[in-house]
Antibody, heavy 121, light 113 residues
Framework: EVKLQQSGDELVRPGASVKISCKAS????????MHWVKQRPGQGLEWIGA????????EYNQKFKGKATLTADKSSNTANMELSRLTSEDSAVYYC??????????????WGQGTLVTVSS | DIVMTQSPSSLAVSAGETVTINCKSS????????????LAWYQQKPGQSPKLLIY???TRESGVPDRFIGSGSGTDFTLTISSVQAEDLANYYC?????????FGAGTKLELK
């Protein structure tokens, strides 16, 4: 069974950084890309970017370049996203999501449970 | 970026009704190589992660009830839910994966009348 287990909710100060993790199980981690999606309270979904773990290649939504940094730890089957210089606009639930097929450009059949990041002083 | 426009933004229904949600893309999502439309639909219930319902515009994900029907091609797509059940009350999003960045519609909230 494919599972994506994300790290816990975070309360962070403005200007700080936060790192969210997504531990994958139930499949070969390096065989699929991992994507990240942002959802602000009561709002829709925004694609942040993706990483292809086997070649450590990343692609970012232009909107999130400089804000998000994606990495993958193949030894622990964990994808990570670091968000920097946090503002109130970054307060949101962040999801990791995996496509249903090997194709990079496939819809997301598997999702983590979400990590709530709250930016507040 | 491809803009996805969903309508309506909310819909109040009674159990047993048939509902239609529309999604329009700012450019065609039809891929000439595979002859497919790269459009997906997701369901999201409060406090839960999105769930994939439909991909390639009309293919139901495994385990999705057949009352969920996706249709359309090019730039105009529809999700039809026949005989709505109480468990179907949720937010629904369309997503294009024809090009990056993937983009989503703003969502349609399905509520009980």
């Amino acid at each position: 069974e494919v599972k994506l287990q994300q790290s816990g909710d975070e309360l962070v100060r403005p200007g700080a950084s936060v790192k969210i993790s997504c531990k994958a199980s139930g499949y070969t981690f390096t065989s699929y890309s991992m994507h990240w999606v942002k959802q602000r309270p009561g709002q829709g979904l925004e694609w942040i970017g993706a990483i292809i773990p086997i070649i450590d290649t990343t692609e970012y939504n232009q909107k999130f370049k400089g804000k998000a940094t994606l990495t993958a730890d193949k030894s622990s089957n964990t994808a990570n996203m670091e968000l920097s210089r946090l503002t109130s606009e970054d307060s949101a639930v962040y999801y990791c999501a995996r496509p249903g097929s090997f194709n990079y450009g496939s819809p997301f059949a598997y999702w983590g449970q979400g990590t709530l990041v709250t930016v507040s002083s | 970026d491809i803009v996805m426009t969903q309508s309506p933004s909310s819909l109040a229904v009674s159990a047993g009704e048939t509902v239609t949600i529309n999604c329009k893309s700012s450019q065609s999502l039809f891929g000439s190589v595979r002859q497919k439309n790269y459009l997906a639909w997701y369901q999201q219930k409060p406090g839960q992660s999105p769930k994939l319902l439909i991909y390639l515009a009309s293919t139901r994900e495994s385990g999705v009830p057949d009352r969920f029907i996706g249709s359309g091609s090019g730039t105009d797509f529809t999700l039809t839910i026949s005989s709505v059940q109480a468990e179907d009350l949720a937010n629904y999003y369309c997503q294009q994966y024809y090009d990056t960045p993937n983009t989503f519609g703003a969502g349609t909230k399905l509520e009980l009348k």
